[in-house]
Nanobody
Framework: VQLQASGGGLVQPGGSLRLSCRAS???????????MGWYRQAPGKQREWVAT??????????NYTDSVKGRFTISRDNGKRMVYLQMNNLKPEDTAIYYC????????WGQGTQVTVSS
């Protein structure tokens, strides 16, 4: 499986971005059977968990780290093997490289997508 994240960029504080991540090479049953998540790594810091979305068969519930609650929304499209992260009201502390992976990361990390929040 190859994880390909996209959608990052430079945005001013308060702005929005929508990130996408494709799990290429994953068959439907494998992708849909996994809880999927977004992670991020800021400069000089360790990679941290941001959000997860459960299997649709389990209701597709979502969880978020406290710092993004109310601002970020994770979703998935199993048929397209895609995971999305809608990010609103972005703050400078959201600046990081964003990655997707399974809840307990089991696939090789992709290159991620850079998000920079700056005025």
């Amino acid at each position: 499986v190859q994880l390909q994240a996209s959608g990052g960029g430079l945005v001013q504080p308060g702005g929005s971005l929508r990130l996408s991540c494709r799990a290429s090479g994953s068959i439907l049953s494998v992708f849909s059977g996994n809880v999927m998540g977004w992670y991020r790594q800021a400069p000089g810091k360790q990679r941290e968990w941001v959000a997860t979305v459960a299997r649709i068969s389990n209701g597709g519930s979502t969880n978020y780290t406290d710092s993004v609650k109310g601002r970020f929304t994770i979703s998935r499209d199993n048929g397209k093997r895609m995971v999305y992260l809608q990010m609103n009201n972005l703050k400078p502390e959201d600046t990081a490289i964003y990655y997707c992976n399974t809840e307990v990361p089991q696939w090789p990390w992709g290159q991620g997508t850079q998000v920079t929040v700056s005025s």
